[in-house]
């Protein structure tokens, strides 16, 4: 159960004030994360308050968006862990999601998606594509993914925690043609696909933040595999476990009953954001074509779950289950050390996770030898 409203939902401590501050003390987040034995955490920039989502330009920049700056910021290729990045993108309301298409970089911001060759040049800004997208509420910041056929696909969260609404482009997974112009709803009944992905296959899929107020354990978070023209159910149903159950608002189980179930559950008030496969070379063969999935952790939980990226490991073609590889951001006591977001795979074949704390890690293998 994720909260848009970054400026509401931070549940920050003492390091996150280091972090913005960057005053030092650089090594402490290194120190206290974890990953399976033979794997190896650095960290790559302790300079990027608020930072979100990624993604790495042709020649080797790893840019990072910022939303509550409006900006989106270049993490040099190279680059010390306390320089600054490199501003790219500024007064982008809400700039959130990010992909690249050769060297054209794609952001999306609240009001639509906009195009920048990268690295810019003193010639021209951002491209704007589109800026039609409707605007308002809880869930606003946007995933951008680029289908193989140019199309573009952009996530429109909801306004609420439970509405019908106004908009039904509200609550939605959206097409756009390579060039923009006016998009269609491709996917509906999503409360908020705050993480998009396409697999080996050329298959769409989300992660899917569910409600908050119905207690500790349910609604399940999901990975769901995205079908054009196919309805997930909200606002009228929820996922728990495979199925779909009516939410108490509206009591319609016949609603529940067409709509399509969750393709994958997990654990309630996890709230995934980051979410990529990996397909790259670097990590053990058996890490090929798994989901990685960054948990930004829960805000309204007894006890709190979440705040740790997971490996989600799939058989023909389905995930299959899940299982920690990146923790330690909540103690065993409860203290929260920081909130993984964004995920990016590295041309080095690396993982890198955003904190918005303030850091980018990097994540690699050692070979034993």
């Not at 409203?5 to 401590?13: D, F, G, K, S």
């Not at 298409?101 to 998606?113: E, I, L, N, T």
Request: overall charge positive; hydrophobic content about 40%; aromatic content about 10%.
């Amino acid at each position: 159960m994720s909260c848009n409203r970054i400026w509401l939902c931070a549940v920050y401590q003492a390091i996150v004030v280091v972090a913005v501050c960057g005053c030092g003390a650089a090594a402490a987040p290194v120190r206290s994360l974890t990953v399976p034995q033979g794997f190896q955490i650095s960290l790559v920039s302790e300079r990027v308050p608020g930072a979100r989502f990624m993604a790495f330009a042709p020649n080797g920049d790893l840019l990072v968006s910022q939303p509550e700056k409006g900006q989106v910021v270049a993490i040099r290729r190279g680059a010390n862990a306390d320089d600054d990045p490199k501003i790219i993108v500024s007064g982008s309301e809400l700039a959130h999601g990010l992909a690249f298409r050769g060297p054209d970089a794609y952001v999306a911001s609240w009001a639509g998606v906009s195009k920048l060759h990268y690295p810019p040049s003193t010639r021209g800004g951002a491209q704007k594509l589109f800026s039609d997208l409707p605007e308002g509420g809880d869930h606003n910041l946007r995933a951008v993914a680029l289908g193989a056929d140019g199309t573009i696909y952009v996530s429109s969260g909801s306004t609420c925690n439970v509405c019908k609404e106004d908009d039904a482009r509200f609550a939605t997974v959206l097409r756009y043609g390579p060039s923009g112009g006016r998009g269609r709803i491709y996917a509906s009944g999503l409360r908020n696909a705050s993480g998009l992905a396409f697999d080996q296959r050329g298959r769409l899929w989300a992660v899917v933040n569910g409600r908050d107020m119905i207690g500790d354990d349910r609604p399940a978070d999901e990975l769901d595999l995205i079908k054009e023209g196919v309805d997930y159910g909200w606002p009228y149903c929820y996922g728990f476990g495979q199925k779909r159950l009516p939410n108490p608002e509206y009591g319609d189980a016949s609603k529940c009953a067409s709509a399509q179930p969750p393709t994958f559950a997990f654990q309630a008030h996890s709230a995934p954001l980051g979410f990529v496969f990996y397909n790259a070379k670097q990590f053990p063969a058996a890490y090929q074509g798994v989901a990685f999935v960054a948990f930004h952790g829960s805000w309204n939980k007894s006890t709190p779950t979440g705040y740790k990226v997971v490996a989600v490991r799939f058989d023909g073609g389905r995930p299959t289950r899940v299982e920690d590889f990146m923790t330690g951001w909540l103690t065993t006591s409860g203290k929260v050390l920081g909130r993984p977001v964004g995920l990016a795979v590295g041309p080095d074949g690396a993982l890198y996770v955003s904190d918005d704390s303030g850091y980018v890690f990097r994540v690699s293998y050692q070979a034993k030898g």
